[in-house]
């Protein structure tokens, strides 16, 4: 009776722990479905509303538009710029790796005579590589073909887009030697090249692409500084400075964010259909068999995957409205987009959110740099005309300078000052303060301005200074 009586027990226990176990398994389900459905409705909205103002916003449609739209090969800048790159000697590439003097060249101060001789056979082996490299100043467009790459979108290559920074180091080196030599005008064209060399990425998608794009920038402007620093060019002052002013107003940001966010949803989409799986993104590819806490771990995140597409568009679409007004209210609306929250609910968010902040602070100084450059070529040629710097950017003639572009910092005019050694065009930096372009820095770190600083022909082509004799202990 007793055995009878406990078996029965245990039926219902066991009976009782199994519905309870079914209950808890529908709840979860139940939960999971009301969740993820909210998230749908959610996405649903964001997409139908894209779809209306933005049809190309998707991956394929993204890539597919753009795409037709790239010049033949024969006039692509970008195009030309790697066959160029293809023909760099190996002994520039190792030369590069050595490259420790080109970093403290400041204009005005030519480099020291050994360094120069020290590359003269290396330059002398670059001859075919510069030979195309120089023609790149001719071409307005660029790009490369695109298309993103499936299941898993974080694994799209862009070999040719960082290889664009070597054919910018080859052209630098260029200035570099033909400032030195006396080539005032072949320098300047050279440094055109740098700059079209940047704009031949042209409207990549991705915000890395637009930071190479912006890395250019800085190169050609430096270039050019030297060029100035380093002789009087006669020729090309025009060219230039029409390119970096055209440069300003490029919407780097926008094209970068446009391609980041197709990139997101086409990922999570993968995900949701089971093409790719959780897993996947951490071993950097794709199938293999799956453990139960890879199943578990992707059912759960599947939960969630349409409300952080939800999530991720509305972001975007901060940021993009941010980018559609002037500066620096442009900057004001980055500031105020908050970040959703860290949680389970918001992994692939927090994970793969692009570092917009550092991108957008990157392009503002590129304006800032495109500004102050552009309103220098304008300087140089007002002195070339008259023999004396300007007493104002207003003095100077709209044949020269037919708009003078806004500090993107200030959203008022750019500041320019007369100096004992020359002039200098500066734009007041992240810090907002103006200080007086004494200390010029691409950063704009407190107590800097960024801008571009013009000499007067009698402190141009300056010896290097002899070494120190007597270095302090621990120096060379």
């Known amino acids: 009776m007793l055995r009878k009586l406990v078996r029965k027990w245990w039926f219902w226990v066991g009976q009782s722990a199994f519905c309870l176990f079914a209950l808890s398994v529908l709840g979860v389900y139940v939960e999971?479905?009301?969740?993820?459905?909210?998230?749908?409705?959610?996405?649903?909205?964001?997409?139908?509303r894209l779809d209306a103002e933005d049809p190309a916003w998707r991956a394929a449609e993204l890539c597919a538009a753009r795409?037709?739209?790239?010049?033949?090969?024969?006039?692509?800048?970008?195009?030309?710029?790697?066959?160029?790159?293809?023909?760099?000697?190996?002994?520039?590439?190792?030369?590069?790796?050595?490259?420790?003097?080109?970093?403290?060249?400041?204009?005005?101060?030519?480099?020291?005579?050994?360094?120069?001789c020290?590359?003269?056979?290396?330059?002398?082996?670059?001859?075919?590589?510069?030979?195309v490299a120089r023609t790149v100043r001719h071409l307005d467009q660029g790009g490369f073909p695109l298309v993103f790459?499936?299941?898993?979108?974080?694994?799209?290559?862009?070999?040719?887009?960082q290889r664009l920074r070597e054919a910018a180091s080859l052209?630098?080196?260029?200035?570099?030697?033909?400032?030195?030599?006396?080539?005032?005008?072949?320098?300047?064209?050279?440094?055109?090249?740098?700059?079209s060399t940047g704009r031949g990425l042209g409207d990549e998608p991705f915000l890395v692409s637009q930071l190479v794009r912006m890395a250019i920038v800085m190169i050609a402007k430096n270039a050019t500084e030297r060029a100035i620093g380093w002789g009087e060019p006669t020729a090309g002052l025009a060219e230039l400075q029409a390119a970096f002013d055209k440069e300003i107003l490029v919407p780097r940001m926008t094209y970068g964010l446009r391609g980041e966010r197709a990139m997101f949803y086409l990922l999570a989409q993968k995900m949701d259909d089971g093409s790719l799986w959780a897993a996947d993104l951490a071993d950097s590819g794709t199938g293999g068999s799956k453990s139960?806490?890879?199943?578990?771990?992707?059912?759960?995140?599947?939960?969630?995957?349409?409300?952080?597409?939800?999530?991720?568009i509305e972001l975007f679409d901060q940021m993009l409205a941010a980018e559609k007004l002037p500066d620096p209210a442009r900057q004001a609306a980055y500031e105020q987009i908050e970040l959703p929250p860290k949680g389970f609910e918001n992994l692939l968010v927090n994970l793969l959110l692009p570092a917009w902040e550092k991108v957008a602070g990157a392009d503002i100084r590129t304006r800032a740099v495109c500004a102050s450059a552009t309103v220098a070529l304008a300087c140089e040629r007002y002195?070339?005309?008259?023999?004396?710097?300007?007493?104002?950017?207003?003095?100077?003639p709209h044949d020269i300078l037919p708009n003078v572009p806004t500090d993107p910092y200030t959203g008022t005019s750019l500041l320019y000052r007369v100096t004992d050694d020359g002039a200098v065009v500066y734009a007041v930096g992240k810090d907002l303060a103006d200080d007086g372009g004494a200390n010029l820095d691409p950063k704009g770190d407190l107590g800097t301005d960024i801008g571009f600083r013009l000499l007067n022909p009698d402190r141009r082509r300056q010896p290097a200074p002899e070494p120190d004799a007597n270095p302090l202990p621990g120096e060379p």
């Open 118 to 131: 020290e590359f003269v056979p290396v330059y002398a082996d670059c001859g075919p590589a510069l030979e």
């Open 171 to 195: 052209l630098d080196m260029d200035v570099i030697v033909l400032s030195y030599q006396g080539r005032a005008n072949q320098a300047i064209e050279s440094a055109h090249a740098i700059l």
């Open 32 to 48: 999971w479905k009301i969740t993820r459905s909210r998230g749908e409705a959610r996405r649903d909205e964001a997409v139908r």
């Open 292 to 312: 139960i806490e890879d199943r578990f771990g992707h059912f759960m995140l599947r939960k969630y995957l349409p409300a952080q597409q939800a999530t991720m």
């Open 149 to 161: 790459k499936e299941p898993n979108p974080l694994d799209t290559l862009l070999e040719n887009t």
């Open 383 to 396: 002195r070339r005309r008259t023999g004396n710097w300007p007493a104002s950017l207003q003095a100077i």
């Open 67 to 116: 795409n037709a739209t790239l010049p033949p090969k024969d006039r692509n800048a970008a195009e030309r710029a790697i066959q160029a790159v293809a023909l760099i000697p190996d002994s520039f590439k190792e030369w590069s790796k050595a490259d420790d003097w080109r970093k403290d060249l400041t204009p005005g101060v030519l480099p020291r005579e050994e360094d120069i």
